[in-house]
């Protein structure tokens, strides 16, 4: 069964802060793709960041940073100084045979 | 380009009552798909369509059905709407070539209550 997993379910934190949040995901599969997106407060969904599971290679896109891990099942999502601008829900997805897992996402909020 | 338009942005339906949502898409990609949005729960994938005149079941099928109508139109369809129906509901496409899935791009969304 494929599943992903976001344990946490709300985080504050005061701007200029790091803040890293978490993506588990379960998965027989050998091939597959992982994603994180953004819903900010307006409710659009926007895309990220995409990995293929050969790709382990971090990624670093100004403030963001991602980190993806095989042995533990992780793809780890990294905002460096954090600005009142990335307070959104963000969501770690999952794609195997043409299906998309979703996590219950990771709300946060960050206080100026 | 529009991207991704879903109509309509708000519903209320009765309990029985039946709609369509209609989605379209102008970036020429050849899969789509649609899902509900519940507080709590994430996305969760109703059906998709790899392909025009291919769709499939997704996590939570039940109660919905769709149709591909051509490459740039996916509709999903309540034929006896229920209250658990209540939900978020977008639709999203993405491109596809042989052994890779790319990006979704996501709709606004269509907010259905059912009383």
């Known amino acids: 069964a494929q599943k992903v997993t976001q344990a946490q379910t709300e985080i504050s934190v005061v701007e200029k802060e790091d803040v890293t949040l978490d993506c588990v995901y379960e998965?027989?599969?050998?091939?597959?793709?992982l994603f994180w997106y953004k819903q900010p407060p307006s409710g659009e969904l926007v895309f990220l960041i995409r990995?293929?599971?050969?790709?382990?290679q971090n990624e670093i896109s100004g403030r963001y940073s991602w980190n993806f891990q095989k042995s533990t099942s992780s793809f780890n999502f990294t905002i460096t100084a954090s600005q009142v601008v990335d307070s959104a829900v963000y969501f770690c997805?999952?794609?195997?045979?043409?299906?998309?897992?979703f996590g219950t996402g990771t709300s946060l909020t960050v206080i100026p | 380009n529009a991207g991704v338009t879903q109509t309509p942005k708000f519903q209320v339906l009765k309990t029985g009552q039946s709609m369509t949502l209609q989605c379209a898409q102008d970036?020429?990609?050849?899969?789509m798909y649609w899902y509900r949005q519940d507080p709590g729960m994430g996305l969760r994938l109703i059906y998709y369509?790899?392909?025009?005149?291919?769709?499939d079941k997704g996590e939570v099928p039940n109660g919905y059905n769709v149709s591909r109508l051509n490459k740039r139109e996916f509709s999903l369809r309540l034929e006896s709407a229920a209250p658990s129906q209540t939900s978020v509901y977008f639709c999203?496409?993405?491109?596809?070539?042989?052994?890779?899935?790319?990006?979704?791009?996501f709709g606004p969304g269509t907010r259905l209550t059912v009383t």
């Open positions: 999203a496409s993405s491109r596809t070539t042989s052994g890779s899935i790319y990006e979704q791009y």
């Open positions: 369509s790899a392909s025009e005149g291919t769709t």
């Open positions: 970036m020429n990609h050849n899969s």
């Open positions: 998965t027989r599969d050998t091939t597959y793709y």
């Open positions: 990995r293929n599971s050969f790709d382990e």
């Open positions: 997805a999952l794609e195997t045979g043409n299906q998309f897992y």
